[in-house]
């Protein structure tokens, strides 16, 4: 990989990290949830209003990192990322989403789910809110 993909990679990365962490272009509100009962292809983005609209931003702002995104119950948020994220930046990607997540949904315990481009199961990031600690978990 030559200098300047990589370096393209990784201000695509830092991009998405500043946006997700700076923007407040999405606020959410609890809502009542729907119950979606469906097959992957035919998931939405959230099974709330206020999910709805986070899983859209997340995909929109995510500048190509993350081609498809899920939020349910209002605390659990699911991407699918891309061929063009490095297994290395995964756990960078992961943390960026939990804080954009954690402003658009405080008080609350929180769940990021990273599955590849295969939509396997990568790294699930947890966010306690009392203690304020994130545990990082690899499927086996």
């Given at each position: 990989?030559t200098?300047?993909?990589r ?19 999405c606020?959410?509100t609890?809502e ?16 709330s209003?206020?999910g ?9 702002a995510?500048q ?13 948020l ?9 297994p ?6 992961s943390r960026?989403?939990l804080?954009?997540f ?10 990021v ?5 295969d939509?396997?199961?990568?790294l ?5 809110s ?5 545990v ?5």
């Open positions: 990989m200098f300047f993909q370096s393209r990679q990784w201000l695509s990365a830092l991009a998405l990290v500043l946006l997700l962490t700076i923007s407040t272009g606020t959410a609890a009542s949830p729907t119950t979606t009962n469906v097959g992957y292809s035919q998931l939405e983005r959230g099974n209003d206020a709805q609209a986070y899983g859209d931003w997340v995909v929109n995510a190509g990192l993350v081609s498809d995104a899920y939020v349910r119950d209002n605390d659990k699911g991407v699918v990322i891309t061929n063009s994220v490095e290395s930046e995964v756990k960078d990607l960026s989403l804080q954009g954690r402003q658009s949904f405080p008080n609350k315990d929180l769940k789910l990273v599955y590849a481009p939509k396997e199961l990568i699930q990031a947890n966010y306690d009392q203690s304020q600690e994130v990082y978990e690899q499927p086996s």
